[in-house]
T-cell receptor, first 113, second 113 residues
Framework: EDQVTQSPEALRLQEGESSSLNCSYTVSGLRGLFWYRQDPGKGPEFLFT???AGEEKEKERLKATLTKKESFLHITAPKPEDSATYLC??????????????FGSGTRLSIRP | NAGVTQTPKFQVLKTGQSMTLQCAQDMNHEYMSWYRQDPGMGLRLIHYSVGAGITDQGEVPNGYNVSRSTTEDFPLRLLSAAPSQTSVYFCATTVREGLGEQYFGPGTRLTVT
């Protein structure tokens, strides 16, 4: 069964303390892996798309990487405004049962000043 | 340019009542979808549409109907509300199917008593 598992469920960091969030997936023929940020009471906001193992994308203090089984969202020297829930999603091959986008349950990140 | 709008923002229904959640987009995107978000379960796809006149079921379609008569609008109808449908509902759009960069609306928080 196609699955997306994110860990940890929650992470509390001190401002400036770098860390990584994990997204492990099981889907054959990955078409894309996506990272979103969600603030409380709002809809998810798109961050990155990764298509193949070895690919990396960066945006400000965030860097997303992809292997054949998992993706990491690295947060370097985070600030309190980086506090949010980070969602990972995957999409399998077109016209397969996994063609629809499957979301993980998210990692709730809290950055203390 | 409003992006993706959803109405209402909050709604309380009694068991057995019906209602329609509205979603509109002004980005001329072909692909629109409805998700529900429940604590600890991530976003789950209810129904989606790849263009006007075309709809299909997602992961959790039971108890919901959709139609897509125009590119801009994609309403979600609850036929006979049940407490299990208490959730936050998000509408999302993307330029076309297969692209993971989805734009989400602000959500509708629905409570069924």
């Amino acid at each position: 069964e196609d699955q997306v598992t994110q860990s940890p469920e929650a992470l509390r960091l001190q401002e400036g303390e770098s860390s990584s969030l994990n997204c492990s997936y099981t889907v054959s023929g990955l078409r894309g892996l996506f990272w979103y940020r969600q603030d409380p009471g709002k809809g998810p906001e798109f961050l990155f798309t990764l298509y193949s193992a070895g690919e990396e994308k960066e945006k400000e203090r965030l860097k997303a990487t992809l292997t054949k089984k998992e993706s990491f969202l690295h947060i370097t020297a985070p600030k309190p405004e980086d506090s949010a829930t980070y969602l990972c999603a995957v999409q399998g091959p077109r016209y397969s049962s996994a063609s629809k986008i499957i979301f993980g349950s998210g990692t709730r990140l809290s950055i203390r000043p | 340019n409003a992006g993706v709008t959803q109405t209402p923002k909050f709604q309380v229904l009694k068991t057995g009542q019906s209602m329609t959640l509205q979603c509109a987009q002004d980005m001329n995107h072909e692909y629109m979808s409805w998700y529900r978000q429940d604590p600890g379960m991530g976003l789950r796809l209810i129904h989606y549409s790849v263009g006007a006149g075309i709809t299909d079921q997602g992961e959790v379609p039971n108890g919901y109907n959709v139609s897509r008569s125009t590119t801009e609008d994609f309403p979600l109808r609850l036929l006979s509300a049940a407490p299990s449908q208490t959730s936050v509902y998000f509408c999302a759009t993307t330029v076309r199917e297969g692209l993971g960069e989805q734009y989400f609306g602000p959500g509708t928080r629905l409570t069924v008593t």
